[in-house]
């Protein structure tokens, strides 16, 4: 069956959204149908099937505001085989209908539960506790028969943050294909906000309870509903709008990426004749005989052979950052399992990945992967600066967890540029000792280390650091040697009011004075960008194994996927005013793939590529840092 997406747009609340147009993503008017609004008419009911269904359900839809969610009900009444509907909703859309011969926001999952011969089962996940009970209450709920309560598994709120879910997921039947329907006011007021009550829910914790229904690989469709309405005042309307285009966008890159698919479906996407197709074991064993270093290998060949030409003043930008990796639970990997923290909770495992990323051109330069337990990030930056896998002429920009001694006499003795962000004067940080004004200031200080226990040592903390003589965290103060001198320069700029921001670099005051420090530091931002984009458009949530060897394996690939991808698009012209437009990240790993899959041809390519781009929006100022949770309750075991 063909996938078509659908934006069905009641309102016009989707005028501006950053979802693609193509070919697949289908623009519904449906601003001209009467009596649809939080109660649907026979005559309205019709009407919306009728332009639905050319299309079929197989797609992520989006429908409007919660006043339209009954649209889910009409969209499944198109299946025709045993299924589950996996409902994301804050409330239960299990009222006693108001008025029969109508459908309401309000009452249509009941209706759907009731009278829909092919649902198998409904689970309803993240209503509160009290408005569960009330649907199956004897005298004013829904569910009140054996049949219907044996249809209907719940998960509340409650049972979600207290980890008391994981006791009912026995309950889901695991053999049926599915349909998803998500109101986006299950989220906190951060990352949606819609016209009815919200929970609590953060976005990267629904996309981790979303994960074990898509891994399944058998979905039917997506709907997706909770937009904002209109008739708020203009200011709030524009910011509501503004996140919840983001979440769309973002929900929208996460269910079309992740599709996790078994060994035997990803070896037939690349292999395509019998007589070169491999068998399982045959892989698992060919990959038992790849060192994940090996790839590491790969990756810096392939880096280092490409034209990175994007620099910043003549200087490469690396920004240096971690991020932890989410991989299949595994609690026989103790190296990478994590206990849960309350009881009832389940456990998770990780890895955690430093990388060193290329701002200007957009690509991983090196990466290290440990485990979590033993994760270091500045040892880890300490060791990809001595191997020195990048281009010489950089300058390394790094957060707060960076603020180390050690490091910055490291890039001082091999002349390393670096800009590291630290703790302000008023923090327990290296500054807190210099008796530094509280103001703007741009000067140069030396920190002198030494093992001596002189008086005027313990009486000038603000230029001796005593370094212990058994310490291993200080390597460059000789035996022979009583001291070892630092020079730093340090910048401390305003970001609001009555806040600070603190850098400690070796660049050249007169090569980049104060304005610019501060540019060259929020470049840093970038990374994070790329850890997202690594982690959904290139599908690094996903894994098809559980051992560490191969799980590296994955991660360094994925790697090199990215890199290669960036470099294409770093080198495929727009063929419009590049100040205004650039390629689409989602759709050119798309193309990359079916191209490296030998599906397309490389002149065909380059026609998708520029045939996909996104506008630029300079000086735009609603940055929304998502940062993933580490577990949740609700999962199955990853395969």
């Known amino acids: 069956m063909t996938t078509n997406h659908l934006i069905l747009d009641f309102s016009h609340v989707y005028c501006d959204e950053k979802i693609p147009k193509n070919d697949r993503v289908h623009w519904l008017d449906c601003s001209d149908i009467a009596e649809c609004d939080l109660y649907c008419s026979k005559r309205a009911e019709e009407e919306i099937r009728a332009r639905i269904e050319p299309y079929g359900i197989r797609g992520i839809h989006f429908l409007d505001s919660g006043n339209y969610h009954y649209v ?29 011969h109508m459908t309401s926001c309000g009452d249509w999952a009941g209706k759907v539960l009731k009278t829909n011969p092919w649902l198998q089962q409904l689970i309803l996940i993240g209503p509160q506790e009290r408005d569960i009970q009330q649907i199956y209450s004897e005298k004013e709920g829904l569910v009140t028969s054996t049949e219907l309560r044996e249809k209907l598994v719940t998960f509340s709120a409650e049972e979600i943050q207290s980890g008391e879910a994981g006791n009912k997921i026995s309950k889901i039947k695991k053999n049926f294909p599915v349909y998803i329907s998500i109101d986006k006011d299950i989220l906190d007021e951060e ?37 904002c309405q209109q008739g708020m005042p203009l200011p709030q309307y524009l910011e509501a709008k503004e996140i919840n285009g983001e979440t769309n966008k973002e929900l929208f890159d996460f269910l079309m990426q ?58 490469y930008m690396l920004a240096c950052d971690g991020s932890d990796i989410n991989i299949p639970y ?9 206990s849960p923290n309350k009881d009832g909770q389940k456990g998770y495992n990780q890895l955690h990945l430093n990388a060193l990323y290329d ?22 930056l300490e060791q990809m600066i001595k191997e020195g896998n990048y281009p010489k002429n950089s300058i390394i920009i790094a957060d707060r967890g960076y603020e180390k001694y050690n490091l910055f006499a490291l890039c001082n003795e091999i002349h390393q540029k670096f800009v590291i962000r630290v703790k302000d004067i008023s923090s327990n940080g290296i500054l807190s000792t210099l008796c530094l004004p509280d103001e703007e200031f741009d000067m140069d200080i030396i920190k002198t280390m030494t093992r001596l226990q002189t008086r005027e040592i313990k009486n000038h903390p603000e230029k001796f650091v005593r370094i212990m003589t058994s310490s291993p965290d200080f390597e460059y103060l000789r035996i022979e040697d009583d001291f070892y001198d630092i020079p730093l320069r340090v910048v401390r700029f305003k970001i609001t009011d009555t806040t ?54 994955e991660i360094y690939a994925s ?14 012209p727009t063929g419009k005013e590049t100040s205004k437009y650039k390629l689409n990240f989602n759709a050119s790993v798309t193309a990359v793939r079916q191209f490296l899959k030998k599906i397309i041809q490389e002149d065909v390519l380059l026609q998708v590529l520029k045939k996909f781009l996104t506008p630029l929006r300079p000086g735009r100022s609603f940055i929304r840092n998502i940062k993933p949770k580490s577990s949740i309750p609700l999962s199955y075991k990853a395969a």
């Not at 979905?219 to 909770?226: E, Q, V």
């Open 191 to 227: 990352y949606s906000e819609t016209n009815w009550s919200q929970g609590k829910m953060s976005l990267p914790v629904l996309e981790r309870l979303l994960m074990p229904f898509l891994k399944s690989g058998n979905i039917l469709g997506i709907d997706i509903c909770g937009e």
């Open 330 to 338: 595994n609690p026989g990997d103790k190296e990478t399992y994590h």
């Open 359 to 380: 701002i200007e051109n957009g690509i991983f330069q090196d990466a290290l992967i440990d485990t979590h337990d033993k994760s270091n990030e500045t040892d880890s």
């Open 72 to 100: 889910t009900g009409i969209m499944t009444e198109q299946i025709k085989q045993g299924f589950s509907l996996i409902l994301f909703d804050h409330h239960t859309d299990m009222q006693k209908p108001m008025i029969e």
């Open 258 to 315: 992740l599709s996790s698919k078994s060994m035997n479906s990803n070896i037939c996407d690349y292999f395509h004749t019998p007589d070169t197709l491999p068998s399982q074991a045959a892989i698992c064993q060919r990959r038992k005989l790849l060192y994940p270093d090996a790839l590491r290998r790969i990756m810096r060949l392939f880096t280092d052979g490409v034209n990175c030409t994007r620099t910043y003043k003549g200087y």
């Open 559 to 572: 790697i090199i996927l990215y890199n290669f991808t960036k470099f294409i698009m770093n080198n495929t």
């Open 500 to 553: 600070y921001e603190c850098l400690v670099t070796n660049l050249d005051r007169n090569e980049f004075p104060m304005e610019l420090m501060k540019s060259i530091y929020h470049k840093r931002w970038s990374i994070e960008v790329g850890f997202r984009e690594l982690k959904y458009p290139i599908g690094l949530i996903s894994f098809c194994s559980k051992k560490q060897n191969y799980l590296r394996q």
